[in-house]
């Protein structure tokens, strides 16, 4: 059955829209939501050059019947939203339909696919948004979507690239974001010449951190144990819906201790629903939590994961959804604020306890 629908005008019309493509890394990270969306539970990413020549995205996710792969390159063309109240509550990575178009637009993309219930694949092929080629292929279930010669058609777009080392740390700090906020999943990430990530599937949250950071990171951080509260304090109607009644904010993660100092704000790292963003409020929140603790200065690291129930954030707010909107905003950054100064006091305590009886 068909999955993928074009959405009605005026659904599509609410939506914050934008120019999604802007560097090799964009690619990825919306062909890593899709692999993600999909159900993987394997993700490969290979890339060359920086990106720039190739990226490739291998998942073993649930792929795409024949008509749903033909279907996905229109504009506003997804299997994630049917009508305006649906972006209410979005509990996917993608919603708006416009990545695969915007991808072939400006490369030459080869998608190849296969729905676990048809026999046969189908591999498209665009180049510069032009269709080139369709053909039934013979294919494991899931999608290997490739990526050639980013922006190719477009000169003037091509030269504003960075080095490939430069884009290529940027794709690699993409991966490493979303296999911490997934560690049941494997992540890969290589170039011909080197394997920059390679995780396999692990149970905590801390044995990723390790995978990736390894045992130094670990012991400079103070696990943040999962922390729930009801949003219920922050609603102050007389009368609750139902599901207002039982709905929670959690906070889990990691805080680096008080020793630690970053010269910058690029050690921390906040995930809503499991989606990496960038948010003012939540920062603000962190660093009322460092107040007294570290010098005004310098800056933490901190690895900050918030699931709260998808309709307490809109994250239909900017183009490439790294921003969103709480409901709540007071309450969230509040409890966040808490979670994590409760977390700092307790290791200090402990920290000193150790340092006394050692002597
Ligand atoms: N890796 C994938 N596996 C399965 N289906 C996919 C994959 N990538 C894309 N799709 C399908 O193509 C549609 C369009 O993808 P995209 O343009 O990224 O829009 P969106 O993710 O916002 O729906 C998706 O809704 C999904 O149904
Ligand atoms: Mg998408």
Redesign the pocket.
């Known amino acids: 059955m068909n999955?993928?629908r074009i959405l009605p005008e005026a659904v599509a019309n609410r939506i914050a829209a934008g120019e999604v493509v802007e560097r090799p890394a964009s690619v990825v990270k919306?062909l890593l939501?899709?692999?993600l969306?999909?159900g993987a539970k394997t993700i490969r990413i290979e890339v060359e050059s920086g990106g720039k020549r190739m990226i490739r995205v291998i998942?073993d996710?649930?792929?795409?019947i024949h008509d749903?792969a033909l279907l996905?390159f229109e504009r506003h063309?997804?299997?994630?939203l049917r009508t305006s109240d649906d972006l209410v509550s979005i509990s996917t990575l993608?919603?708006?339909?416009?990545?695969?178009?915007s991808i072939a637009s400006v490369s030459r993309l080869l998608l190849e696919?296969r729905d676990e219930s048809e026999p046969e694949g189908t591999r498209i092929e665009f180049a510069g948004g032009k269709l080139v080629g369709v053909k039934p292929a013979g294919l494991p279930p899931g999608?290997t979507?490739s990526v050639a010669d980013l922006f190719y058609c477009i000169p003037a777009r091509r030269k504003f690239l960075k080095s490939d080392s430069t884009e290529l740390g940027h794709i690699a700090s993409l991966v490493t974001h979303y296999a911490l906020a997934n560690p049941a999943r494997q992540f890969v990430l290589k170039t011909p010449t080197q394997v920059i990530v390679d995780c396999p599937p692990v149970e905590k949250l801390s044995d990723r951190v390790y995978q990736l950071f390894g045992r130094q990171s670990l012991d400079e951080l103070v696990e943040l144990p999962a922390s729930s509260a009801p949003f219920r304090a922050a609603i102050t109607e007389p009368s609750l819906e139902s599901d207002e009644e039982t709905a929670l904010l959690t906070v889990t993660g990691f805080a680096s201790r008080p020793e630690v100092q970053r010269p910058n704000r690029n050690g921390i790292y906040v995930f809503v629903n499991r989606r990496l963003v960038r948010d003012r409020l939540i920062l603000h929140a962190i660093h009322e939590a460092y107040r007294n603790i570290l010098p005004h200065s310098v800056f933490p690291a901190v690895l900050l994961f918030l699931e709260m129930p998808y309709d307490e954030v809109d994250v239909n707010v900017h183009p490439a959804k790294v921003e969103v909107r709480f409901r709540h905003p007071q309450f969230v950054h509040d409890f966040v604020r808490d979670s994590i100064r409760q977390a700092l006091t307790k290791a200090r305590s402990i920290a000193s306890f150790t340092f006394a009886i050692s002597w």
Do not use: Q, V, Y
């Open positions: 999955r993928i919306e939501e899709n692999a969306d999909a998942d996710g649930h792929g795409m749903d996905a063309a997804t299997s994630k993608g919603f708006r339909g416009e990545a695969l178009p696919t999608t979507l």
